[in-house]
């Protein structure tokens, strides 16, 4: 499975709430997130472009792995596998064991709805700021482009997408302080 996603720094979360609001999305709720990185002992995952991750919403656990982003796309699509648990201790314990090590922590606060056959997260970010990222979980990436670009038109999303994870943009700002 693919996710495909453009991302774009916002001025306001509150904004863009309204529009979804008033073109009848549906609400999702409202989480927060505390992801936790892991690079694995027998490559980099910063040199291969992958990430392994346990998100921690308070509630829900899940280890998600991403493969390289697949360049050329006009947005972000990379390989996606989740998989869900009832507690990230011993999963942690796991992977420290394996030779995984921690790499860096990201925490947000996520509002998300469905939209058009997107998933849209409205999250605000520390360290970063806000931002909404409109995502479609696909095999096929061309049509996932055109509902990413024809809801971006339709909540009058306008900006750079950002290919960069949340992740490389806080060790970024971390090399350059």
Same mark, same amino acid.
Do not use: C, W
């Given at each position: ?7 774009? !720094? %916002?001025? $306001? ?10 073109? /009848?999305?549906?609400?999702?709720? %409202? ?11 027998? #490559? ?10 346990? #998100?921690? /919403? ?17 947005? !972000?699509?990379?390989?996606?596998? /989740?998989?869900?648990?009832? $507690?990230?201790?011993?999963? &942690? ?5 394996? =030779?995984? !090590? ?7 606060? #996520? *509002? *998300? ?6 998933? %849209?997260?409205?999250? /605000?970010?520390?360290?970063?700021? &806000?931002?909404?990222?409109? +995502? ?13 670009? $024809?809801?971006?038109? @339709?909540? =009058?999303?306008? =900006? @750079? ?10 060790? +970024?700002?971390? @090399?350059?302080?």
């Amino acid at each position: 499975m693919l996710e495909v996603e453009a991302k774009i !720094k %916002i001025d $306001s979360i509150d904004q863009i709430k309204k529009i979804l609001v008033s073109k /009848n999305a549906e609400f999702l709720g %409202i989480s927060t997130q505390k992801d936790t990185y892991y690079n694995a002992p027998h #490559r980099d995952f910063a040199k291969t472009d992958e990430a392994l991750r346990i #998100r921690d /919403n308070g509630t829900k656990y899940e280890l998600t792995y991403k493969g390289p982003k697949i360049k050329g796309t006009g947005a !972000k699509a990379r390989e996606e596998y /989740n998989v869900f648990f009832d $507690s990230t201790e011993n999963l &942690e314990s796991i992977l420290l064991k394996l =030779g995984f !090590k921690k790499s860096s922590m990201v925490y947000k606060k #996520r *509002e *998300e709805y469905l939209f058009q056959d997107t998933t %849209i997260a409205l999250d /605000n970010v520390k360290d970063l700021g &806000e931002f909404i990222e409109i +995502e479609v979980l696909t095999e096929d990436k061309k049509s996932a482009l055109l509902t990413i670009e $024809s809801v971006k038109q @339709e909540i =009058g999303i306008t =900006g @750079e997408n950002i290919p960069e994870s949340y992740l490389e943009m806080i060790l +970024e700002n971390k @090399e350059s302080q």
